[in-house]
C-alpha cells in the first residue's frame, strides 16, 4: 500500500467540525484513498473512499488535493461518539489487503 | 442482513491446543480475509480469499490456515496455539464495486493463549 502520514492524536470540541488529515504523497493515480474508523475494540468501520473528486456521505465529507499527494477526512459536527482511532488508507491491488498504520486518535471532548 | 458474524467472540486456549475462528458473511461478497490486532498497533493481514476456493498468504500467516469452501464461510484454524497468537482477530469482507471497494469487519474474536 502506499505509504500514509497522519497525526498521532487530535481534539476537537463536540459540535465543531473535525478535519482529520492525510499525507499519502507517493499515491499512484489509479489509488483510491480510504477512510475507516475504529471506536474503541470494535471492528473498523468504514467511512468513506475517493479517487480525485470530493465525496460527501451521511457520515463525512473527504477533500482530496488536486495533486492527490493529501487529502482531510471531516467530520462535520463531531459528536462523543465519533471519539475513535481514524484510518487513512491507500491500498494497492485488491482492497482486501489493507494496511493499516497507526492511525489518528480523535477525542472529542464537550 | 447479518453483515460479517464471528464466533466465538472471547476463547482462552492453553499453549499447544488448536481451535477455528469461524467466520460467515451473507452479502455474497467474492472477497473475505482475516487480520489481528494487538494492543496499541493497527491491524495485520493473515489470510485472504478471492473465491471458493482460492486462498493465499497475508503479512502474518504463520501458525494459522484458512480454507474456503463456501462463498459465506471462511475460517480461521490455529494449529498449535501460542502465547504470541493472543490478539484480536477480525475477519473482513469486501464489496467490490466499479468506484472502489469497501470492507465491512465482524465485532472481533478476543484470544488468550496462556
Known amino acids: 500500500d502506499a505509504k500514509t502520514t ?13 478535519n482529520l488529515p492525510c ?19 470494535q471492528g473498523p468501520q468504514y467511512i468513506i473512499h475517493g479517487l480525485k473528486n470530493n465525496e460527501t456521505n451521511e457520515m463525512a465529507s473527504l477533500i482530496i488535493t488536486e495533486d492527490r499527494k493529501s487529502s482531510t477526512l471531516i467530520l462535520p459536527h463531531a459528536t462523543l461518539r465519533d471519539t475513535a482511532v481514524y484510518y487513512c488508507i491507500v491500498p494497492t491491488g485488491t482492497a482486501s489487503k489493507l494496511t493499516f498504520g497507526t492511525g489518528t486518535r480523535l477525542q472529542v471532548t464537550l | 442482513n447479518a453483515g460479517v458474524t464471528q464466533t466465538p467472540k472471547f476463547q482462552v486456549l492453553k499453549t499447544g491446543q488448536s481451535m477455528t475462528l469461524q467466520c460467515a458473511q451473507d452479502m455474497n461478497h467474492e472477497y473475505m480475509s482475516w487480520y489481528r490486532q494487538d494492543p496499541g498497533m493497527g491491524l495485520r493481514l493473515i489470510h485472504y480469499s478471492v473465491g471458493a476456493g482460492i486462498t493465499d498468504q497475508g503479512e502474518v500467516p504463520n501458525g494459522y490456515n484458512v480454507s474456503r469452501s463456501t462463498t459465506e464461510d471462511f475460517p ?21 464495486g466499479s468506484t472502489g471497494n469497501t470492507i465491512y469487519f465482524g465485532e472481533g474474536s478476543w484470544l488468550t493463549v496462556v
Do not use: K
Open chain 1, 6 to 18: 497522519q497525526p498521532t492524536s487530535m481534539d476537537c470540541a463536540e459540535g465543531r467540525a473535525a
Open chain 1, 23 to 41: 499525507n499519502h504523497s507517493t499515491i499512484s493515480g489509479n489509488e483510491y484513498v480510504y477512510w475507516y474508523r475504529q471506536i474503541h475494540s
Open chain 2, 76 to 96: 480461521l484454524r490455529l494449529l498449535s496455539a501460542a502465547p504470541s497468537q493472543t490478539s484480536v482477530y477480525f475477519c473482513a469482507s469486501t464489496f467490490t
